[in-house]
Each structure stands twice: as C-alpha cells, then as structure tokens.
C-alpha cells in the first residue's frame, strides 16, 4: 500500500511569490493535515480538511491556506512569502482524522525562501 | 491538549531495550496516548497508540500506568536505525480534528 506522498520533495521561491503544496494521502483516507517544521517552532499544526471542507484550522496567518479535492487529494498555498516560511512542509493522512485513527505522515516538502 | 513531559535525551545500546518515558498526568479519560518517532529529514513515522490497556504491535509495546498519568514506549531490541527523535502525544478527543500537538520529544541515541 503506497504511503502519503508530497510534491515536489523541494522548493527554492523569493520573498513576495506565492507556492503550491500537493499531497496525495494514502489510498481510502478521507482526512488530510498539514503541518509546519522548523528548527526554532517544531511541529505545528496548519489546518486539516475532510470531505473537501476545512474542519479545524491552527494559528497561522491568512497567507496560509489549503483545499481538498474529491480524490482526498490536498494542496495548500502560502501567498506573499515570508523569510520566515522557510520550513518542512509535512502532510498526514488517515481514515477520518478523529482522535483514534492514527495519521500517517510523508516525507515532506522543503521550502527555502532566499 | 494534556501536556506532555519527557526527558530531552537517552542513550541506548544496540540489542537492548529501549525504555523511553513520558509523563501526561493532565490526561483526561477519553485521550489517546500516541508515540511517533521522526528520523531526520524524514516525516514522523506512527509507532502506537492505546487509551488503557497496554499493546504491542511489531514495532514497540506500550505501557500504560492504571492511573494513566505516564507511560513508556518499549522498543525490544534496538538497532542503529533506532536513533531518532520520539514523541509522545496525547490526542485530545471530539473535535480536535487531524491536529497533532507535538512537544521537543526524546532523542534516543542508540550505541554500537
């Protein structure tokens, strides 16, 4: 069974672009998150959606935004980069996202904002 | 999200048990307790999780105390691809959806 996989693997943008994450969760499941990593912040939760809606979102800035598609399918966008943006990208996927289904992770996309 | 403590770092051998703690003593009765490790410049990888009763699956036991204010994930015998960072979460029920709440986590360095 294939695992949770993010395009693409790394990604050099300048200040003020804006960049696409995909993430194709792993085959039947319907919940998608994302999160942030970076050296001074850890792990930190951006949004997660289920069934194409947003159902619980972290505290992130507007910039930050994602969408699901009817495929369980995920993108999410970050508009006018920040220097600060720069960070692992790491998307989960499982059956239904509740608190006893475990998510599983792929291996991210590195973002380097110069 | 109930609080998680562990200690910042522990060493192991290769072939001995790996016995790494946490202490969630806010825990309320219908959280999870959940252990990833992340390996770096790769993705968390799932190891377990339980609510009560301890389990075992083909990566790892976990233990949890009766009170259920601390647990320990057991790794049985300890590799070199052992060495990693491990997270011990307590995932809040209901409407917390997909959200992971991670802390620094343990950095277990496993020896030759």
């Known amino acids: 069974k294939a695992g949770v996989t993010q395009t693409p693997r790394y990604l050099i943008k300048t200040r003020g672009q804006q960049v696409t994450l995909s993430c194709s969760p792993i085959?039947?499941?319907?919940?998608v998150s994302w999160y942030q990593q970076t050296p001074g912040q850890g792990l930190q939760f951006l949004f997660e959606y289920f069934s194409e809606t947003q159902r619980n979102k972290g505290n992130f800035p507007g910039r930050f935004s994602g969408r699901q598609f009817s495929n369980s399918r995920s993108e999410m966008n970050v508009s006018t980069l920040e220097l600060g943006d720069s960070a692992l990208y790491l998307c989960?996927?499982?059956?239904?996202?509740?608190?006893?289904?475990?998510?599983?992770f792929g291996d991210g996309t590195r973002l380097s904002i110069l | 999200d109930a609080k998680t403590t562990q200690p910042p770092s522990m060493d192991c051998a290769e072939g001995r048990a790996a016995n790494l703690p946490c202490n969630h003593s806010t825990i309320s009765g219908n959280e999870y307790v959940y252990w990833y490790r992340q390996i770096h410049s790769q993705g968390p990888q799932y190891i377990i999780h339980?609510?009560?009763n301890n389990e075992t699956n083909e990566m790892a036991s976990l233990i949890i105390t009766e009170d259920r204010k601390s647990s320990t994930l057991i790794l049985p015998h300890a590799t070199l691809r052992d060495t990693a960072v491990y997270y011990c979460?307590?995932?809040?029920?209901?409407?917390?959806?997909?959200?992971?709440?991670f802390g620094q986590g343990t950095i277990l360095t496993v020896h030759p």
């Open positions: 085959s039947g499941h319907r919940s």
């Open positions: 339980g609510l009560k």
């Open positions: 989960a996927s499982s059956l239904l996202g509740t608190s006893n289904q475990p998510q599983h």
């Open positions: 979460i307590v995932r809040v029920a209901g409407t917390s959806y997909g959200k992971l709440t």
